[in-house]
């Protein structure tokens, strides 16, 4: 069965540069959702996206912006990176409107590390 | 606020050594609540959903529960390859979309 994918799996990038993880939900998902996993914690809920419209969002900073497209992709856009954003970002789907408590299935993540 | 607690931190059992793991929640209205397996480096794999008190769900090696307070998996005769770090999270009423996460407990299974 389809996965969900996200390019690239690994990116190294420098403090204060830019970077874009991307997403692509199992196919006839609907909603997108995006989590930050730093070293040894548990996944930390960011934004999440229905219909192309952001539904919720979580403890994503001010500095990261995400949208999801008409093939409903998703990119989160991430600038001034700081040393703390090393982490990895995972991207979840799931069929079914907001609210409703359906499985989210997860991506293999993108491993960030900022240097 | 949502809290979830899973305990034990972690877990070494003998291969063959049935155990099983908790997850305590205090959520305003549990919408769901969820199991994934996460190997290292690797996004959450999905196990179950459980929805209302007194739900079991079994999969191969495993059953997870749900009461008011808590949920349990539990494993039947664990082989080696069911080592990983299990995660336990819920989906709350309050509208939001984000699952909250326990930390998880590091399962090892030894030949």
């Known amino acids: 069965a389809a996965g969900v994918i996200q390019s690239p799996r690994h990116l190294i990038k420098e403090k204060r540069e830019t970077a874009t993880l991307k997403c692509y939900p199992i196919?006839?998902?609907?909603?997108v959702y995006w989590y930050q996993q730093g070293p040894g914690q548990d996944p930390q809920f960011l934004i999440s996206?229905?219909?192309?419209?952001?539904?919720d969002k979580g403890s994503i900073p001010d500095r990261f912006s995400a949208q999801q497209f008409s093939d409903y992709h998703s990119e989160l856009n991430m600038s001034s990176l700081e040393l703390g954003d090393s982490a990895l970002y995972f991207c979840?789907?799931?069929?079914?409107?907001?609210?409703?408590?359906?499985?989210?299935?997860f991506g293999p993540g993108t491993r960030l590390t900022v240097t | 606020e949502d809290q979830v607690t899973q305990s034990p931190e972690a877990l070494r059992l003998q291969e063959g050594e049935s155990s099983s793991l908790n997850c305590s929640y205090t959520?305003?209205?549990?919408?769901?609540l969820f199991w994934y397996r996460q190997d290292p480096g690797k996004g959450p794999e999905f196990l179950f959903t459980?929805?209302?008190a007194g739900e079991e769900k079994e999969k191969e090696r495993l059953k997870a529960t749900l009461t008011k307070k808590e949920s349990f998996l539990h494993f039947t005769a664990p082989k080696p390859e069911d080592s990983a770090t299990y995660l336990c999270?819920?989906?709350?009423?309050?509208?939001?979309?984000?699952?909250?996460f326990g930390k998880g407990t590091h399962l090892i299974i030894q030949p």
């Open positions: 979840a789907s799931s069929l079914g409107t907001p609210g409703g408590a359906y499985e989210q299935y």
């Open positions: 196919p006839r998902h609907d909603t």
């Open positions: 996206f229905y219909e192309k419209m952001q539904s």
């Open positions: 959520v305003s209205g549990l919408r769901g």
């Open positions: 459980l929805y209302s």
């Open positions: 999270a819920v989906h709350s009423g309050g509208g939001a979309d984000g699952l909250t």
